[in-house]
């Protein structure tokens, strides 16, 4: 199936400084890639949409002066947490569908990074 | 709103005791169901997709299973090694995906 990289896989950060997460798609294009976001025992709560070329969508309650999303190629997004206190560590997973067709395929995902804010 | 319930939230079985894991959903227009395993501290892992009620898809000791209403994720004669998070999700008629908590899954030897 198709490859999704992220990295870092972890990093731990200290409390109001900013950590750049990147996710690639490595054989495939990918205009459109999905951030999520993790909590123990908890669902894939999703973050944003990330689209090539264009502002990225945000969910409902997801500040997007903090969690900036860059898609700048068709094989890399990257997801800026800006200004990162203690409650923004979690679980940060980033995906891309896998169909020729937006929506019509499942996702892959990448490998998922850990945020640990101090 | 889209809604997607997997039960049970964890369960512990013996290696070759076969079980089933549950996903119950609600969807406006469903795409796809699609099974996923999750491993510690990683991105979860696709396994199946199904698109209508009646598909059923197989893979090693998994059999994935779709009614109009729920899903089942059959582990038959399971092994240590298929300890994992099973995560379920959704795709709606927007190609919006909503994924359930899981089912955490023990296999002891």
């Known amino acids: 199936g198709a490859v999704v990289s992220q990295h870092p896989s972890w990093v731990i950060c200290k409390s109001g400084t900013s950590v750049k997460i990147e996710c690639r798609s490595l054989d495939f294009q990918a205009t459109t890639m999905f951030w999520y976001r993790q909590f123990p025992k908890q669902s894939l709560m999703l973050m944003a949409t990330?689209?090539?070329?264009?502002?990225?969508?945000?969910e409902q309650g997801v500040e997007k002066d903090k969690f900036l999303i860059n898609h700048a190629s068709l094989t890399l997004s990257t997801l800026t947490v800006t200004s990162a206190h203690p409650e923004d560590s979690s679980f940060y997973i980033c995906?891309?569908?896998?169909?020729?067709?937006?929506?019509?395929?499942?996702?892959?995902f990448g490998e998922g990074s850990r945020l640990t804010v101090l | 709103e889209d809604q997607v319930t997997q039960s049970p939230e964890a369960l512990r079985l013996q290696e070759g005791e076969s079980s089933s894991l549950n996903c119950s959903y609600t969807v406006s227009g469903l795409r796809g169901l699609f099974w996923y395993r999750q491993d510690p501290g990683k991105g979860p892992e696709f396994l199946f997709t199904?698109?209508?009620a009646g598909e059923e898809k197989e893979k090693e000791r998994l059999k994935a299973t779709l009614t109009k209403k729920e899903s089942f994720l059959h582990i038959t004669a399971p092994k240590p090694e298929d300890s994992a998070t099973y995560l379920c999700a959704v795709a709606d008629s927007w190609g919006k995906f909503q994924f359930g908590a899981g089912t955490q899954v023990v296999v002891t030897p």
């Open positions: 199904l698109y209508s």
């Open positions: 995906s891309a569908p896998g169909g020729t067709e937006i929506n019509t395929g499942e996702l892959f």
């Open positions: 990330s689209n090539e070329g264009s502002k990225a969508t945000y």
